[in-house]
């Protein structure tokens, strides 16, 4: 596995605003969320730039405004992929 320092959770429930920060963590604990979401197949995106911004903030809290974009085409990408591979399972 790739050297991870840093790693950044987020949920986007339907009613919210923006998404939020679920969990974050740095060194081996980082490391060790990416296992766990790679091992129950949620979507994992590695992003260096996004992850050091992203994690400046709190658990808890929404993301900041100027990752919108940058995260807005990050679920837009997984939502499409899924749809694919839903697609793709039900044929």
Do not use: H
Request: charged share 25%; aromatic share 8%.
């Amino acid at each position: 596995m790739d050297k991870v320092n840093k790693a950044v959770a987020l949920k986007y429930p339907k009613d919210a605003d923006a998404p939020f920060i679920t969990a974050k963590e740095s060194g081996f604990l980082a490391a060790r969320m990416l296992e766990i979401a790679e091992d129950n197949n949620i979507p994992v995106v590695k992003d260096p730039e996004l992850v050091n911004v992203l994690s400046l903030s709190s658990v808890g809290q929404c993301i900041p405004e100027e990752t919108w974009m940058a995260v807005a085409s990050i679920f837009a990408y997984i939502t499409k992929a899924e749809g694919w591979k839903n697609k793709n399972e039900s044929s």
